[in-house]
Antibody
Framework: EVQLVESGGGLVQPGGSLRLSCVVSGFTFSNYEMNWVRQAPGKGLEWVSYIRRTGSYVYYTDSVKGRFTISRDSAKNSLFLQMDSLRAEDTAVYYC?????????????WGQGTMVTVSS | QSVLTQPPSVSAAPGQKVTISCSGSSSNIGAGYVSWYQQLPGTVPKLLIYEDDKRPSGIPDRFSGSKSGTSATLGITGLQTGDEADYYCGTWDSSLSAAVFGGGTQLTVL
């Protein structure tokens, strides 16, 4: 069964850091580009970041550039999101999502999400 | 403010048809494929349509997608109460070098 399982969310103070993980199973992780997508409470979907299968290219939404870092470890079948200098507006459920064809235009498999709350 | 524009809500009666529009620009919808997602209340988004009009396995043919120029449309026929959900369009924006979503459309089946 194809599966993505996120972890690492929690409550953090403004300015703090968190590292999210996404462990994948049921497919060859190294063959796929991956993404992080977030959803603030009661709001719509917001794409956060993309990483090529080799890790050679990464992209970020403007609001997280310089604060978040996406990475991956094929040996561990894992995707990561290092989040620094967190702000209240980063509060959201964070999903990892598999990229259907590497174009960033369709995400075919989603994890269950991990909640990040930034508050003092 | 989302890069892709969707109506906030649509509604129709059971058994009827509804369409949801998604408007963009030459750097996103006009430059490549569009996808659509369904998010039932309290659940994870699910891919409904990819490459403008293709359905993943398991998605019924009541769901269809189309695109013309810089706009895309999701169609749902034979509406069921179980179709009540939020629907999002998405694609890649070549000017932003970023994936983008519409703001979402809440479907109510009256």
């Amino acid at each position: 069964e194809v599966q993505l399982v996120e972890s690492g969310g929690g409550l953090v103070q403004p300015g703090g850091s968190l590292r999210l993980s996404c462990v994948v199973s049921g497919f060859t992780f190294s063959n796929y580009e991956m993404n992080w997508v977030r959803q603030a409470p009661g709001k719509g979907l917001e794409w956060v970041s993309y990483i090529r299968r080799t890790g050679s290219y990464v992209y970020y939404t403007d609001s997280v550039k310089g604060r978040f870092t996406i990475s991956r470890d094929s040996a561990k079948n894992s995707l990561f999101l290092q989040m620094d200098s967190l702000r209240a507006e980063d509060t959201a459920v964070y999903y990892c999502a598999r990229d259907l064809d590497g174009s960033g235009r369709a995400f075919d498999i989603w994890g269950q999400g991990t909640m990040v709350t930034v508050s003092s | 403010q989302s890069v892709l524009t969707q109506p906030p809500s649509v509604s129709a009666a059971p058994g009827q048809k509804v369409t949801i529009s998604c408007s963009g620009s030459s750097s996103n919808i006009g430059a490549g494929y569009v996808s659509w997602y369904q998010q039932l209340p309290g659940t994870v988004p699910k891919l409904l349509i990819y490459e403008d009009d293709k359905r993943p396995s398991g998605i019924p043919d009541r769901f269809s997608g189309s695109k013309s120029g810089t706009s895309a449309t999701l169609g749902i026929t034979g509406l069921q109460t179980g179709d009540e959900a939020d629907y999002y369009c998405g694609t890649w924006d070549s000017s932003l070098s970023a994936a983008v979503f519409g703001g979402g459309t809440q479907l109510t089946v009256l």
